[in-house]
């Protein structure tokens, strides 16, 4: 599938229609379908690439371990939340706002 620099638009369109917020409410929605379906378009718009994901559940808690490069090498972040959509959540947040603590990755997956 060809994507284009319109993605964002057109997630944000087809969120707006969402009007069931009784489970995921539309900052959710927004944040799986950018996840899911644009993640390596989305990060690469701030010089990232996605590798992939793990989510580790305990206790009430989520802990997300993203994978991810930067001008090729392998870096890692590690989100807590409650939910694996609040950990995705909070990874764009902290991308988006510039504050996202990569660390290298002593094991990567490339």
Not at 38 to 62: D, H, I, P, W
Not at 75 to 91: A, E, S
Request: proline fraction near 3%; include cysteine; glycine fraction near 10%.
């Amino acid at each position: 599938m060809d994507y284009n620099a319109d993605f964002v638009k057109w997630v944000e369109d087809a969120v707006d229609q969402w009007t069931d917020g009784r489970i995921l409410d539309k900052a959710g929605l927004e944040d799986l379908i950018l996840y899911h379906v644009y993640g390596n378009e989305y990060l690469a718009k701030f010089g990232l690439g996605l590798c992939g994901a793990t989510f580790r559940q305990s206790n009430g808690s989520v802990l997300a371990t993203f994978k991810i490069t930067e001008a090729g090498i392998p870096l890692v972040v590690f989100i807590t939340g409650k939910t694996t959509t609040g950990c995705i959540g909070r990874f764009f947040d902290k991308l988006e706002n510039g504050d996202l603590e990569c660390k290298p990755d002593r094991y990567p997956w490339i």
